[in-house]
Nanobody, 118 residues
Framework: VRLVESGGGLVQPGGSLRLSCKASENIFSRYTMAWYRRAPGKERELVAN???????NYIDPVKGRFTISRDNTNILVYLQMNSLKPEDTAAYYC?????????????WGQGTQVTVSS
């Protein structure tokens, strides 16, 4: 499975960006899709995920500002980011994950940089 992110860039505080993740095959019925980020000098962290049953989860710092969604027809996962803050600056990665026979199976995209700065 190949995941390709796009949509990153430079934005001013308070601005918006929408990240997209294109999957090479339709895995949404089997995988939880997620967005992670890694800020400079920090560990990678989960930002949001959406399960195969369409449940969504967010970390507290992005609740109310970010929205994860997916387009099943075009095999895309989105992360709509509003009211961006400088602390949202990070490389954002798309992730697909499932457990099969007790084993974790995960795929990652190459990442897209988001920089929030005036």
């Amino acid at each position: 499975v190949r995941l390709v992110e796009s949509g990153g860039g430079l934005v001013q505080p308070g601005g918006s960006l929408r990240l997209s993740c294109k999957a090479s095959e339709n895995i949404f019925s089997r995988y939880t899709m997620a967005w992670y980020r890694r800020a400079p000098g920090k560990e990678r962290e989960l930002v949001a995920n959406i399960t195969k049953d369409n449940s969504t989860n967010y970390i507290d710092p992005v609740k109310g500002r970010f929205t994860i969604s997916r387009d099943n027809t075009n095999i895309l996962v989105y992360l709509q980011m509003n009211s961006l803050k400088p602390e949202d600056t990070a490389a954002y990665y798309c992730n697909a994950e499932r457990k099969l026979f007790g084993q974790r199976i995960a795929y990652w995209g190459q990442g897209t940089q988001v920089t929030v700065s005036s």
